[in-house]
């Protein structure tokens, strides 16, 4: 070690296996090549024994709102930014929205991101309608099976932040990887086709 302490020598540059929870973001490895998860950025919105679901963010869609909006939401909703949440139940609908604080008609997913109950007549002025994301169908996992799949590399866990909700759909994926500070942030640049590389 030529009178270097162990101490000075740099740790190597890993990516934990973390596991996930309420409000983490799930994040596509490359080697996940599953067209429905490919690059994928999901916020985890529940994670326990009976298994675990969640929205991806940045898969958008072109699908309606107009005819499955509630009547207190649908007159409000001007250029609402819907996208295609996970493979299961594709109709079903989902809304976050970030917040500052507890909402009425809402369920917390972290701080600063809610879950609205669209079955609740919600007061608008506590939300920027604006803000409002909508999520087609959803990820889900049985129990052990997303940590399983985690242990064989097609997921990393991170912490979400409200702006990965309102991030590019297009630059989400290198965006939260750019953030870390582990060796995923080297994949930031990964090509989209890896042949490219």
């Known amino acids: 070690m030529d009178g270097e302490s162990s101490s000075d020598v740099t740790e190597p540059l890993v990516t934990p296996i973390v596991v996930p929870h309420r409000g983490s973001l799930l994040v596509a490895t490359p ?3 599953d067209p429905n998860f490919r690059r994928s950025v999901i916020l985890m919105i529940e994670h326990g024994q009976e298994g675990s679901l969640g929205v991806v963010l940045n898969r958008p869609s072109t699908r309606s709102l107009e005819t499955l909006l509630p009547t207190w939401l649908n007159s409000e909703v001007s250029s609402s930014t ?3 949440g996970g493979p299961v139940q594709p109709d ?3 809304a976050l929205v970030p917040t500052s604080g507890a909402l009425s008609g809402s369920s917390e997913i972290t701080e600063q991101i809610s879950m609205l109950d669209l079955e609740v007549d919600m007061d608008l002025t506590e939300v920027d309608v604006d803000a409002i994301r909508f999520y087609f169908g959803y990820a889900g996992w049985s ?3 997303l940590r399983l799949e985690i242990e064989e590399g097609a997921w990393w866990t991170f912490d979400s932040t409200p702006d990965e909700l309102m991030c590019d759909p297009s630059e989400c994926w290198r965006s939260v ?3 870390q500070r ?3 942030r ?3 640049i990964y090509p989209d086709q890896s042949y490219l590389n």
Do not use: D
């Open 31 to 33: 080697q996940l090549e």
């Open 177 to 179: 990887l750019a953030r």
């Open 82 to 84: 819907v996208f295609v």
């Open 143 to 145: 129990p052990g099976q």
């Open 92 to 94: 079903a609908l989902v």
């Open 182 to 184: 582990s060796a995923a």
């Open 186 to 188: 080297l994949l930031s």
